[in-house]
T-cell receptor, first 111, second 114 residues
């Protein structure tokens, strides 16, 4: 089955810094999604990508659907304390309604 | 509310007991998913319902796990003869068929098996 490698596993940054994380797949995906999970909550959808090369923004968040269709990137600019949490990538190949999730990137902001 | 709801939010049970977890999807969503998330881990797919089709049970870890979806809406995940390794957060998600798999999650049920 599909495998998603998400990196880094964790990040420790200072407030105001920019953040980058990525996911790579062992197979071609038709959809890439990025979620954020706060403690004690379910994941919340941040950005959805449907087309190779697509670049989509949601406030300070920007995500890209890689042109190889096997990777995706999420960038957060000028991080703030509420950005703390776990970020998951997820994707699926064409015609498959099941998502494969990455292992998550835990973001911590150092005071 | 308009989101996915799950109940109970927390469940503590004794080893060997059966538990039922409930999920109310977003109205109009035809697809419903159950996931398990162990402490500090990612999401493990359990089961998927789509309309009136037979569910995809390929992620259920053992025959102690089962799920139903009644009337194409509410779903119940049942774990029989619970074991300590079943302790986890159980998450439910729903999506609208044809929405490129944009799944919307509930808050989860935290299950603790003593």
């Amino acid at each position: 089955g599909q495998q998603l490698n998400q990196s880094p596993q964790s990040m420790f940054i200072q407030e105001g810094e920019d953040v980058s994380m990525n996911c790579t797949s062992s197979s071609i995906f038709n959809t890439w999604l990025w979620y954020k999970q706060d403690p004690g909550e379910g994941p919340v959808l941040l950005i959805a990508l449907y087309k190779a090369g697509e670049l989509t923004s949601n406030g300070r968040l920007t995500a890209q659907f890689g042109i190889t269709r096997k990777d995706s990137f999420l960038n957060i600019s000028a991080s703030i304390p509420s950005d703390v949490g776990i970020y998951f990538c997820a994707g699926s190949p064409f015609g498959n309604e099941k998502l494969t999730f990455g292992t998550g990137t835990r973001l911590t902001i150092i005071p | 509310g308009a989101g996915v709801s799950q109940s109970p939010s927390n469940k503590v049970t004794e080893k060997g007991k059966d538990v039922e977890l409930r999920c109310d999807p977003i109205s109009g969503h035809t697809a419903l998913y159950w996931y398990r998330q162990s402490l500090g881990q990612g999401l493990e797919f359990l089961i998927y319902f789509q309309g009136n089709s037979a569910p995809d049970k390929s992620g259920l870890p053992s025959d102690r796990f089962s799920a139903e979806r009644t009337g194409g809406s509410v779903s119940t995940l049942t774990i029989q003869r619970t074991q300590q390794e079943d302790s986890a957060v159980y998450l439910c998600a729903s999506s609208f068929h044809g929405s490129y798999n944009e799944q919307f999650f509930g808050p989860g049920t935290r299950l603790t098996v003593l």
